[in-house]
Protein backbone atom coordinates (compact mmCIF):
# COMPACT_ATOMS: atom_id res chain seq x y z
CA UNK A 1 0.00 0.00 0.00
CA UNK A 2 0.85 3.44 -0.79
CA UNK A 3 3.15 5.36 2.35
CA UNK A 4 3.24 8.27 3.55
CA UNK A 5 3.09 10.99 1.11
CA UNK A 6 4.37 15.07 1.43
CA UNK A 7 3.69 17.94 -1.03
CA UNK A 8 5.92 19.71 -2.24
CA UNK A 9 9.18 18.13 -2.25
CA UNK A 10 11.17 21.31 -2.38
CA UNK A 11 10.40 25.07 -1.65
CA UNK A 12 12.26 28.03 -1.74
CA UNK A 13 10.58 30.95 0.30
CA UNK A 14 11.55 34.56 1.23
CA UNK A 15 11.71 35.83 4.65
CA UNK A 16 8.34 36.99 5.75
CA UNK A 17 6.33 34.69 3.31
CA UNK A 18 4.25 32.15 5.00
CA UNK A 19 4.50 28.53 3.76
CA UNK A 20 2.02 25.38 3.82
CA UNK A 21 3.26 22.13 3.27
CA UNK A 22 0.94 19.04 3.17
CA UNK A 23 0.65 15.47 4.00
CA UNK A 24 -1.35 12.52 3.07
CA UNK A 25 -1.31 9.65 5.72
CA UNK A 26 -1.22 6.03 4.92
CA UNK A 27 -4.71 4.82 4.28
CA UNK A 28 -6.30 3.72 7.27
CA UNK A 29 -3.86 5.39 9.76
CA UNK A 30 -6.09 8.70 11.34
CA UNK A 31 -2.93 9.94 13.95
CA UNK A 32 -0.25 12.19 11.71
CA UNK A 33 2.56 13.87 13.06
CA UNK A 34 4.95 16.74 12.27
CA UNK A 35 8.65 16.94 12.83
CA UNK A 36 11.58 19.71 11.63
CA UNK A 37 14.87 18.13 11.05
CA UNK A 38 17.78 20.72 10.70
CA UNK A 39 21.79 20.09 11.29
CA UNK A 40 22.20 21.98 14.42
CA UNK A 41 19.45 20.42 16.45
CA UNK A 42 18.16 17.23 15.12
CA UNK A 43 14.96 15.71 14.27
CA UNK A 44 12.40 17.95 16.67
CA UNK A 45 8.38 17.09 17.39
CA UNK A 46 6.30 19.77 16.21
CA UNK A 47 2.93 18.45 16.96
CA UNK A 48 0.17 16.02 16.70
CA UNK A 49 -3.32 15.07 15.24
CA UNK A 50 -5.82 12.84 15.47
CA UNK A 51 -10.03 12.86 14.30
CA UNK A 52 -8.89 16.96 13.53
CA UNK A 53 -7.74 17.84 16.89
CA UNK A 54 -4.74 18.50 18.15
CA UNK A 55 -3.80 15.84 20.88
CA UNK A 56 -0.30 17.09 21.20
CA UNK A 57 2.64 19.69 20.95
CA UNK A 58 6.44 20.75 20.80
CA UNK A 59 7.91 23.25 21.77
CA UNK A 60 7.95 25.46 18.87
CA UNK A 61 6.89 29.21 18.39
CA UNK A 62 3.13 30.02 17.79
CA UNK A 63 4.24 30.75 13.97
CA UNK A 64 4.14 27.19 13.62
CA UNK A 65 0.64 25.59 13.14
CA UNK A 66 -1.21 22.66 11.67
CA UNK A 67 -4.54 21.14 10.94
CA UNK A 68 -6.44 18.04 9.68
CA UNK A 69 -9.07 17.09 7.70
CA UNK A 70 -11.62 14.30 8.35
CA UNK A 71 -9.98 12.28 5.51
CA UNK A 72 -6.90 12.26 8.08
CA UNK A 73 -4.86 14.12 5.10
CA UNK A 74 -2.64 17.43 7.35
CA UNK A 75 -1.25 20.41 6.32
CA UNK A 76 0.60 22.46 8.83
CA UNK A 77 2.01 26.23 8.41
CA UNK A 78 4.45 28.59 8.79
CA UNK A 79 4.13 32.00 8.98
CA UNK A 80 6.71 34.71 9.13
CA UNK A 81 9.31 32.76 7.87
CA UNK A 82 12.78 33.27 9.39
CA UNK A 83 16.14 32.06 7.95
CA UNK A 84 16.21 29.52 10.55
CA UNK A 85 13.26 27.66 9.47
CA UNK A 86 15.46 26.08 6.75
CA UNK A 87 14.61 22.18 7.13
CA UNK A 88 13.78 19.35 6.46
CA UNK A 89 10.13 18.48 7.57
CA UNK A 90 8.83 15.29 8.03
CA UNK A 91 5.18 13.73 8.18
CA UNK A 92 4.74 10.33 9.93
CA UNK A 93 1.40 8.21 10.05
CA UNK A 94 0.18 6.14 12.64
CA UNK A 95 -3.23 4.03 13.18
CA UNK A 96 -3.74 6.13 16.67
CA UNK A 97 -0.82 7.39 18.05
CA UNK A 98 -0.72 5.03 20.62
CA UNK A 99 2.61 4.48 22.14
CA UNK A 100 3.20 1.04 20.87
CA UNK A 101 1.62 1.86 16.67
CA UNK A 102 4.66 1.81 14.45
CA UNK A 103 5.09 5.48 13.14
CA UNK A 104 5.62 5.50 9.66
CA UNK A 105 7.50 8.46 7.99
CA UNK A 106 7.23 10.19 4.58
CA UNK A 107 9.82 11.35 2.44
CA UNK A 108 9.83 15.50 3.77
CA UNK A 109 9.65 18.57 2.26
CA UNK A 110 12.65 20.48 2.11
CA UNK A 111 12.10 24.10 3.11
CA UNK A 112 14.58 26.89 2.33
CA UNK A 113 14.25 30.34 3.41
CA UNK A 114 16.26 32.76 1.51
CA UNK B 1 11.14 12.73 28.29
CA UNK B 2 13.11 9.24 29.08
CA UNK B 3 16.53 9.47 27.51
CA UNK B 4 18.37 6.55 25.74
CA UNK B 5 22.59 6.73 25.29
CA UNK B 6 23.98 5.65 22.34
CA UNK B 7 27.60 5.39 20.86
CA UNK B 8 28.07 8.06 18.31
CA UNK B 9 29.09 5.77 15.81
CA UNK B 10 30.23 2.34 14.81
CA UNK B 11 31.69 0.31 12.39
CA UNK B 12 31.24 -2.94 10.35
CA UNK B 13 31.97 -5.26 7.75
CA UNK B 14 29.72 -6.55 4.81
CA UNK B 15 28.41 -9.36 5.89
CA UNK B 16 28.67 -9.63 9.33
CA UNK B 17 26.39 -9.15 12.15
CA UNK B 18 26.20 -5.78 14.21
CA UNK B 19 24.73 -5.28 17.59
CA UNK B 20 24.06 -1.87 18.25
CA UNK B 21 23.39 -0.83 21.80
CA UNK B 22 21.01 1.35 23.51
CA UNK B 23 21.24 2.58 27.09
CA UNK B 24 17.97 3.68 29.06
CA UNK B 25 18.52 3.55 32.39
CA UNK B 26 15.24 5.63 33.29
CA UNK B 27 12.94 3.31 31.44
CA UNK B 28 8.90 3.13 32.52
CA UNK B 29 7.20 0.43 32.34
CA UNK B 30 4.66 1.39 29.77
CA UNK B 31 7.42 2.89 27.41
CA UNK B 32 8.24 0.74 23.45
CA UNK B 33 11.59 0.80 22.69
CA UNK B 34 11.63 1.48 18.97
CA UNK B 35 14.46 1.80 16.26
CA UNK B 36 14.64 4.06 13.29
CA UNK B 37 17.40 4.20 10.78
CA UNK B 38 17.97 7.29 8.16
CA UNK B 39 19.66 7.44 5.22
CA UNK B 40 21.06 11.48 4.11
CA UNK B 41 17.81 12.86 2.36
CA UNK B 42 15.13 10.47 3.29
CA UNK B 43 12.68 10.49 6.15
CA UNK B 44 13.48 8.12 9.35
CA UNK B 45 12.35 3.85 8.17
CA UNK B 46 10.92 2.13 11.09
CA UNK B 47 13.32 -0.73 11.93
CA UNK B 48 11.90 -2.76 15.31
CA UNK B 49 9.80 -1.84 17.87
CA UNK B 50 9.10 -4.02 21.55
CA UNK B 51 7.99 -3.66 24.75
CA UNK B 52 9.56 -6.13 26.98
CA UNK B 53 10.19 -9.49 25.02
CA UNK B 54 12.46 -9.96 22.58
CA UNK B 55 11.09 -9.56 18.61
CA UNK B 56 12.51 -10.17 15.03
CA UNK B 57 11.10 -9.69 11.66
CA UNK B 58 12.75 -9.42 8.47
CA UNK B 59 15.28 -6.36 8.83
CA UNK B 60 16.75 -6.92 12.38
CA UNK B 61 16.46 -8.66 15.89
CA UNK B 62 15.57 -6.63 18.88
CA UNK B 63 16.80 -8.15 22.29
CA UNK B 64 15.85 -6.52 25.21
CA UNK B 65 17.53 -6.65 28.86
CA UNK B 66 15.50 -8.48 31.34
CA UNK B 67 15.60 -4.88 33.65
CA UNK B 68 14.58 -3.10 30.13
CA UNK B 69 17.32 -0.62 31.06
CA UNK B 70 19.36 -1.54 27.85
CA UNK B 71 18.52 -2.78 24.23
CA UNK B 72 20.62 -3.98 21.23
CA UNK B 73 19.76 -3.98 17.55
CA UNK B 74 21.10 -7.23 16.08
CA UNK B 75 21.34 -6.98 11.85
CA UNK B 76 22.10 -10.29 11.11
CA UNK B 77 24.09 -9.95 7.80
CA UNK B 78 25.04 -6.13 6.79
CA UNK B 79 24.98 -5.28 3.93
CA UNK B 80 25.98 -1.42 2.50
CA UNK B 81 22.52 -0.62 2.17
CA UNK B 82 22.53 -0.78 6.14
CA UNK B 83 25.02 2.30 6.21
CA UNK B 84 22.68 4.58 7.67
CA UNK B 85 21.97 6.78 11.49
CA UNK B 86 20.49 4.43 13.95
CA UNK B 87 18.23 6.05 16.44
CA UNK B 88 16.82 4.16 19.59
CA UNK B 89 13.88 6.05 20.79
CA UNK B 90 11.23 5.44 24.03
CA UNK B 91 7.77 6.17 23.08
CA UNK B 92 6.12 6.71 26.33
CA UNK B 93 2.89 5.62 27.19
CA UNK B 94 -0.22 8.21 28.18
CA UNK B 95 -0.53 11.26 26.32
CA UNK B 96 2.78 11.20 24.13
CA UNK B 97 0.72 10.57 20.89
CA UNK B 98 2.31 10.29 17.78
CA UNK B 99 5.42 11.91 19.38
CA UNK B 100 8.96 9.89 19.61
CA UNK B 101 12.11 11.98 20.28
CA UNK B 102 15.21 11.42 18.39
CA UNK B 103 18.59 12.07 20.26
CA UNK B 104 21.65 11.86 17.98
CA UNK B 105 21.44 8.53 17.31
CA UNK B 106 24.63 5.65 16.08
CA UNK B 107 26.20 6.15 12.57
CA UNK B 108 26.89 2.92 11.41
CA UNK B 109 29.57 2.45 8.18
CA UNK B 110 29.45 -0.86 6.41
CA UNK B 111 33.25 -1.42 4.79
CA UNK B 112 32.63 -3.81 1.98
Known amino acids: KAGVTQTPRYLIKTRGQQVTLSCSPISGHRSVSWYQQTPGQGLQFLFE???????NKGNFPGRFSGRQFSNSRSEMNVSTLELGDSALYLCASSLTGASGNTIYFGEGSWLTVV | DAKTTQPNSMESNEEEPVHLPCNHSTISGTDYIHWYRQLPSQGPEYVIH???SNVNNRMASLAIAEDRKSSTLILHRATLRDAAVYYCILSQGGTSYGKLTFGQGTILTVHP
Open chain 1, 49 to 55: YFSETQR
Open chain 2, 50 to 52: GLT
